[in-house]
């Protein structure tokens, strides 16, 4: 059940996402790039700081609100929904638990304004295995000095608040990770803009840091504890993914079906026909599936309730389901499903990201089953 509060918000992300982002979902899947009119308006519309307190910017709702305008966003878009997503589940939540009173101050309202925040954690040779990172700080004085480099950033291309990890003693292992803020003028240097299968027009970039310098004011939360803030910031975020692969399913399928209703063989609407008619009955009942896993998830966390398991769980079966249906929404709409006129293609294109990114989907089952084994061992 979602309270008043939340269902006004999704009526307005409904609205917003079909009339502003709407019209301009092709043109930037095409031309591979955000509209930065998209990113002002969701900084206009309150969308950039919803769990941020009211004084230091932010609209001060509630996770399932987040998850909520991740879901309704990824109905029209998918990219404009994860560049809300990762800004708000990642960059925002990693300051308002873990900076000190003095940082939020700093960066929370910039944050809810107009700067758009970048989580940098994966390298080309630590994706899954992220703590295996190589990015290096080194004490210098009163500063940190890294150097390294970070692959497959999302947001990275248009932020300008960067939360970055990095080991500052490799012979800790993974207790040596740090995260540090900088801002874009520091030094960070975007070096490739990776062209995608899907989400094209969410940025993906290769950052390098090369003597980047930063005081020891932007180390966030304790050095070392880098490695505990990016999994459990994870963990929330598993559940904004859930929610873009719900809300992308739903899109996809809102697109097709009044298709199959309208298309006529043999002489009837083929979404009359008994064959049809069960897989869309199927598909409706497994994208209901992945939302109320992922709303779980989410009340869970709300909650101050364990959800790691849940939220694995649901980032998991949403990705699946996204795949599925984008997929079968393709078939059901035939020929014009498979081409770039309905835009049902790039639903599908986008899905596949769902069981890679914030944890692959071995990663979720291995996540899941630990807590199988530690129930039923
Ligand atoms: N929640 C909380 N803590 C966890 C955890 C979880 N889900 N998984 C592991 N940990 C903790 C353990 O408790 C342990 O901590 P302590 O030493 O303090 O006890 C520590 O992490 C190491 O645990 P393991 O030995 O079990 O972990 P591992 O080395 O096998 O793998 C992992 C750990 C890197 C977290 C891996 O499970 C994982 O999740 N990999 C995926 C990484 C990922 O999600 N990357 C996303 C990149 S960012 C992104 O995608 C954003 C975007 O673009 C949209």
New binding site residues.
């Given amino acids: 059940m979602l309270t008043d509060e939340e269902q006004m918000l999704r009526e307005s992300v409904s609205r917003f996402a079909t009339e502003v982002v709407g019209p301009k979902v092709r043109e930037m899947d095409e031309q591979e790039m955000m509209d930065p009119e998209i990113i002002r308006g969701l900084f206009e519309q309150g969308l950039m700081g919803i769990e941020t307190p009211a004084d230091l910017g932010g609209a001060e709702s509630s996770f399932t609100s987040a998850i909520i305008a991740i879901e309704e966003l990824a109905k029209v878009d998918p990219s404009v929904s ?1 560049l809300c ?2 800004h708000n589940t ?1 960059v925002n939540t990693i300051f308002r638990k873990y900076a000190t009173k003095e940082q939020q101050e700093k960066w929370l309202p910039q944050l809810s304004e107009n700067k758009l925040g970048s ?1 940098c ?2 390298e080309p040779a630590s ?5 295996a990172l190589q990015t290096r700080a080194k004490k210098d004085g009163s500063d940190w000095v890294i150097n390294g480099s970070k692959m ?4 990275s291309y248009e932020a300008e608040i960067f939360l970055i990890f990095a080991n500052v003693d490799p012979s800790k292992g ?2 040596g990770i740090t995260c540090f803020v900088a801002t874009k003028d520091m030094g960070i240097q975007i070096a490739k803009k990776e062209q995608k299968l899907g989400i094209r027009a969410s940025s ?1 970039c290769t950052l390098n840091f090369d003597d980047l310098r930063v005081p020891e004011e932007n180390v966030i939360g304790q050095v070392g504890q880098g ?2 803030i ?3 910031i ?2 929330e ?2 559940v904004g ?1 859930a929610a873009q692969m719900v809300g992308l399913a739903q899109g996809a399928f809102a697109k097709a079906v009044p298709y199959t209703y309208e298309r006529k063989q043999f002489g009837q609407p083929i979404g009359t026909f008994q064959a049809m008619q069960h897989q869309i009955a199927a598909a409706a009942t497994e994208i209901e599936t992945a939302r109320l896993l992922t709303y779980n998830a989410a009340r869970r966390k709300e909650n101050g309730l364990s959800f ?1 398991k849940e939220a ?1 769980m649901a980032k998991w079966w949403a990705s699946v389901v996204a795949q599925k249906v984008s997929g079968a929404a393709i078939e059901w709409a035939g020929g014009v499903g498979f081409t770039r006129e309905t835009g049902i293609e790039k639903y599908w294109r986008d899905s596949k990201i769902g069981a ?5 989907s071995n ?1 979720q089952l ?2 899941i089953a ?1 807590f199988i084994q530690k129930e039923y061992s």
């Fill in positions: 994860v997503d990762v990642l989580f954690l994966s994706g899954s295995d992220a703590f497959w950033i999302t947001n993974y207790k993906t490695y505990k990016a999994i459990e994870l963990n975020g598993r993914i790691t694995a890679i990114y914030e944890g692959t990663i291995n996540t630990k």
